[in-house]
Structures are given as C-alpha cells and as structure tokens.
C-alpha cells in the first residue's frame, strides 16, 4: 500500500526558511514523480512544486520559483521542500503526492504558519 | 497558464439524485502527446483529497463507479449517478496538460 507522511510544519516568523519532508513507502519511490499542493485555510488546492522521477527536473509555481526547492533522496525514499523567504501568503496545509497519472496518492498534509 | 472554471460553486442534492459538475479550462487540455490530462480530485471535510478520475474518464483505483467522466478539449463533466452521504465534499478539477499545473476552484456538494 502506497504510504505518505508529511512532517516539519510549524509556526516560523516572515522571512524565514523551513523544511518539509515526505516519507515514501509502498512503491518504488525512484521511479516515479511527486509533487507538493498547498491549501490555504478555507480555500482551494494550489500546486506548488513536482520533480519527475530519478534525477528528474522541477518545476515550480510562479508564486514560490526562487524561494523553494524540491529534492529526492532515494536511499531514503524521502521528498523534501526546502521554503525560504516565508510570507504570510505561504500560510497554508502543505500535501505531497505521487505525480503518475494525475496526482494519484496523498498525504494527510503539514501545517505551515507564517506568522510574527 | 491554463484557467480552470468550474461550475456550480454549490450543489445540494438529494441523496440518490444525480449530481454534475462542469468544469472549463481557458485553452485546450489536448496534449502534445495526444493525451488530455484532466483529472477529478474529492476532498471531504477533514481530509485530503482524493484522486476520483484522471485522463478524462478514467476510474482510479477503489473509486465507485457511480462516479463518471467526460468531455472533450476544454469542457469536461464529473457526474455522480446516485449520490450517498459520503459524497459530501469538495470536487475540484485539475489540468495536468502543461505547467504550471492548475485547479478550479472547487465545488461543494452537499445533501439537501
């Protein structure tokens, strides 16, 4: 059964860098793409962020190109989303997901605050 | 980049009516490759979402088949033939034909 678990939300001040990370189980995690979507409290799903598969390329939203950064350990089977220059616009539950026919499997998501 | 307008933003239904959601993207979802990259994800209260249909009409795994999809180019349509009470949530459609990939806006069905 194909497993994910987001970790690393928390309360972090503007400007400020965090970390998320994904644990992958379940499947074989180098093979295939994944991604990041965000929602803000109350509102709709936002993509923010895929990598394809094993030394894949990423792609990024307008509103985060610069700032964050997707990687994949695949000795770790793990995907991480590196967010710097926090603002109270990147407020939100963060989701990863496998990225094979659509976004086909989800996490339960992290909660990330952007707040002083 | 690609808009994806659903319509309604609401729906109540009655459980065991049908129910349809539309759903219309600014420029066509046909691929390069030939392929229309238009799914359907549900999101109960509480939960993260979850994927229902992808390349148009295409099931995913465990999805009942209540659930259906069609459409073509730039107008797509999710219909539930007999809606239950777990059906209560919010359906969004997403295009997956170029980046940045992108959502409508959502649509709550709820039971009258």
């Given amino acids: ?116 | 980049d690609i808009v994806m307008t659903q319509t309604p933003l609401s729906s109540p239904v009655t459980l065991g009516q049908p129910a349809s959601i539309s759903c219309r993207s600014s420029q066509s979802l046909v691929s390069s490759d030939g392929n229309t990259y238009l799914s359907w994800l549900q999101q109960r209260p509480g939960q993260p979402p979850r994927l229902l249909i992808y390349e148009i009409s295409n099931r995913f795994s465990g999805v009942p088949d209540r659930f259906s999809g069609s459409g073509a180019g730039t107008d797509f349509t999710l219909k539930i033939s007999r809606v239950e009470a777990e059906d209560v949530g919010v359906y969004y459609c997403m295009q997956g034909s170029q980046f940045p990939l992108t959502f409508g806006g959502g649509t709550k069905v709820e039971i009258k």
């Fill in chain 1, 1 to 116: 059964e194909v497993q994910l678990l987001e970790s690393g939300g928390d309360l972090v001040q503007p400007g400020g860098s965090l970390r998320l990370s994904c644990a992958a189980s379940g499947f074989t995690f180098s093979s295939y793409a994944m991604g990041w979507v965000r929602q803000a409290p109350g509102k709709g799903l936002e993509w923010v962020s895929v990598i394809l598969g094993a030394g894949g390329s990423a792609f990024y939203a307008d509103s985060v190109k610069g700032r964050f950064i997707i990687s994949r350990d695949t000795s770790k089977t793990t995907l991480y989303l590196q967010m710097n220059s926090l603002g109270a616009e990147d407020t939100a539950v963060y989701y990863c997901a496998t990225y094979i026919r659509s976004f086909d499997v989800w996490g339960r998501g992290t909660l990330v605050t952007v707040s002083s």
